[in-house]
């Protein structure tokens, strides 16, 4: 099958593209990342055991559990980020404070 999108002549005169269509779900996928039909014919069924996943398990596929993960290390993140950042608000503050008590006497 032949690719589509940028490439030119390299593009439209050879037939490195790969189609796999898994027949009982009907799920189709379409891969033209490489030039060589080989390295597409892996990267597509990789794709197509992806999404299998995905369609079969739904919220304990692997992309579900990592996208889950990720979610839970982005709010650590940012609790931890504003954590510190109130402490160091507290303590400019009471810095600030004892130089002023500093400037008074």
């Not at 990789?46 to 559990?65: E, M, P, R, T, Y």
């Not at 931890?80 to 810095?95: A, T």
């Amino acid at each position: 099958m032949r690719g589509s999108g940028p490439g030119g002549q390299a593009v439209n005169k050879t037939n490195n593209c790969v189609f796999l269509r898994h027949l009982p779900t009907g799920i189709t996928v379409k891969c033209h990342l490489h030039r060589l039909a080989s390295k597409n014919r892996l990267e597509a069924r990789k794709i197509l055991l992806d999404k299998l996943d995905v369609h079969l398990n739904g919220d304990q596929s692997i992309a579900a559990q990592t996208k889950l993960l990720d979610q839970k290390k982005s709010t650590e993140r940012k609790r931890r980020q504003s954590k510190l950042l109130e402490m160091k608000k507290s303590w400019q503050s009471r810095e600030q404070s004892e130089d002023n008590a500093e400037n008074i006497k």
